[in-house]
């Protein structure tokens, strides 16, 4: 990977869904590139954990709990860090649940709620709170991260899926509206990749996944974070609305 010490120098980033998996990665990735991050999960314990653990390295984290599903949560969390750091420029919606595998018919009412809650209307209810004082300072990135199955029909991901595919348009429109004001919204769309998410899909399914993925290889979670590096970046000033697909080729 090439060297990105510096590019995210003065900045300051919420990564949310940041103690593990993919968000734990981008969260280092932000710090070694020059930001002050926010470390922020459902758990008090692990964003305990994982501060400890990046400060040992020099990094600067502030650690704050939320759960995304959470309107007064996610207000907290944008307040909290203005209060700590002063301003706010990237914000990475990395939290998400896929509570089932099941298909359409036999979901509950409860847990398609959950699903949308979660991992649509609290993109939504971010970008409410920490743009306007993006937009005040002069500008910000935003970057989601959404799956391929938001963009291929799916047997047991129905909710999940659904939810990712309209995170994918609601990046659109918040490009488009706030666009003007400086504000970049940018998403990732990862196959596989190897978290902790990865354990509840069934071993087959995955052995023919990566048989017709032309890399032969699930990605790692550093890789899916370089490219969130790059769109919180200067490097990809005059990119936004973007679906950028991280799946070896599998799509292809």
Known sequence: MVNDKGVLADRVAIVTGSTRGI????AEAFASAGARV???SRKPEACDATCAEMRAQGHQVLGVPAHVGKPEDIARL???T???FGRLDVVVCNAAVNPVFAELQEITEETWAKVMETNLTSVWRMAKAAFPAMAAQGGGSMV???????????ITEGPYAVSKAAENHLARQLAVQWGPRNIRVNTIAP???RTDMIRNHDPKMIARTLERTPLRRMAE???IASIALFFASDASRHLTGQLLVADGGGLL
Request: charged letters at 10%; aromatic letters at 0%.
């Open 221 to 223: 979670p550093s890789e």
């Open 144 to 154: 989601l991260l959404s799956s391929t199955a938001s963009l291929v029909g799916t």
């Open 38 to 40: 926010v470390i922020s």
């Open 82 to 84: 203005l209060a700590h």
């Open 23 to 26: 968000g734990r990665a981008t």
């Open 191 to 193: 196959g596989l990749t």
């Open 78 to 80: 944008v307040e909290t």
